[in-house]
Nanobody
Framework: QVQLVESGGGLVQAGGSLRLSCAAS????????MGWFRQAPGKERERVAT????????YYADSVKGRFTISRDNAKNTMYLQMNSLKPEDTAVYYC??????????????WGQGTRVTVSS
């Protein structure tokens, strides 16, 4: 079973930056497409960004495009989400996910426990 562990969440002021990390337990990590999802209080979980197994294809939600960057280091079994120009609206619990199939990881097979990001105004 693939285990995913997020880290890097915390409290940051609006306009600041934060980098989230997702460490995978499986060496087959490199064969999965990966993604970041988030869920804010009172809202449904939404897809934030995804990256293909090779890192060559990415997807971003309109709300974060131009501010967030997703990347992965398969040698380290780790995925990252660099978040810049953070807004209070970005406050949410961020979840790491992995997909066996699908370029944009729309139907994740594995989930992390989440890391909380709070952006103050």
């Amino acid at each position: 079973q693939v285990q995913l562990v997020e880290s890097g969440g915390g409290l940051v002021q609006a306009g600041g930056s934060l980098r989230l990390s997702c460490a995978a337990s499986e060496r087959t990590f490199s064969t999965y497409s990966m993604g970041w999802f988030r869920q804010a209080p009172g809202k449904e979980r939404e897809r934030v960004a995804t990256v293909s197994w090779s890192g060559g294809r990415t997807y971003y939600a309109d709300s974060v495009k131009g501010r967030f960057t997703i990347s992965r280091d398969n040698a380290k079994n780790t995925m990252y989400l660099q978040m810049n120009s953070l807004k209070p609206e970005d406050t949410a619990v961020y979840y790491c996910a992995a997909c066996k199939t699908g370029v944009r990881c729309s139907q994740p097979d594995y989930w992390g426990q989440g890391t909380r990001v709070t952006v103050s105004s």
